[in-house]
């Protein structure tokens, strides 16, 4: 994401469910939690804030 956001290119979000991880993991994988509930989607999350800038003055 970083990389493409450097060069001004689109990119994707695709968060899998790997093997041996919990229901609260992934957004593609069947059955969804579409909630923030894992510490990888936390993580994309507060990184596409910072970069947006959401929640500045």
Known sequence: MLAALAEYASWGY?????KQEGFDEGYQSLP?????????KRGFFNKVKE???????
């Open 14 to 18: 695709f968060d899998y469910r790997m």
């Open 51 to 57: 970069i947006t800038g959401e929640g500045s003055p």
């Open 32 to 40: 969804v939690n579409w909630g923030i509930s894992s510490a990888r």
